[in-house]
């Protein structure tokens, strides 16, 4: 099936520092990725769509400055969390929707996701 | 009112028990409906999806969609330990609006 991998899987930086996070697809290409933030003990909250060859979509109250989408090739996009600041920790998930086999459905493959912490 | 209710739980069955997870929503467009399941600090993993009303199976689990009510179930037979995540509902119209979740551990 669909594998979406996601890299780093955890990471800890200061405060005011940037941090890049990579999402892969790795069977499959994906003209389109979408990106999540997931605080604890709730539901993932989309914040931009990722689009290969344009701009991303970010959704209502998503900062594009802060949150830097780049959607290089058709299996790899990846977020830049810019000057980052403790409120800015979270688990952060990529996907891609997989067609394949789904007649219809955006059913989508999540990366593992990556925890960021920020001091 | 949010698109998507569910219920966070948590609920706490012992193994063996069969075990319902429902959603409600209120935006009649969606046509799609989808179940994930995430374990503790990883991504989210696809379970089941349905396409309008009906039941589907596969395995132990089953999903059950009732537009009419605007609501949907997953009912997990024989229930084991594994099956002890977070167990999140999907809805497509015009994009993908996930439930909260709901917490879920099945007690050896």
Known sequence: ?119 | QKEVEQDPGPLSVPEGAIVSLNCTYSNSAFQYFMWYRQYSRKGPELLMYTYSSGNKEDGRFTAQVDKSSKYISLFIRDSQPSDSATYLCAMEGSKIIFGSGTRLSIRP
């Open chain 1, 1 to 119: 099936g669909a594998v979406v991998s996601q890299h780093p899987s955890w990471v800890i930086c200061k405060s005011g520092t940037s941090v890049k996070i990579e999402c892969r697809s790795l069977d499959f290409q994906a003209t389109t990725m979408f990106w999540y933030r997931q605080f604890p003990k709730q539901s993932l909250m989309l914040m931009a769509t990722s689009n290969e060859g344009s701009k991303a979509t970010y959704e209502q109250g998503v900062e594009k400055d802060k949150f830097l989408i780049n959607h290089a090739s058709l299996t790899l996009s990846t977020l830049t969390v810019t000057s980052a600041h403790p409120e800015d920790s979270s688990f952060y998930i990529c996907s891609a929707p997989d067609r394949g086999g789904n007649a219809g459905a955006n059913v989508l493959t999540f990366g593992a996701g990556s925890r960021l912490t920020v001091l």
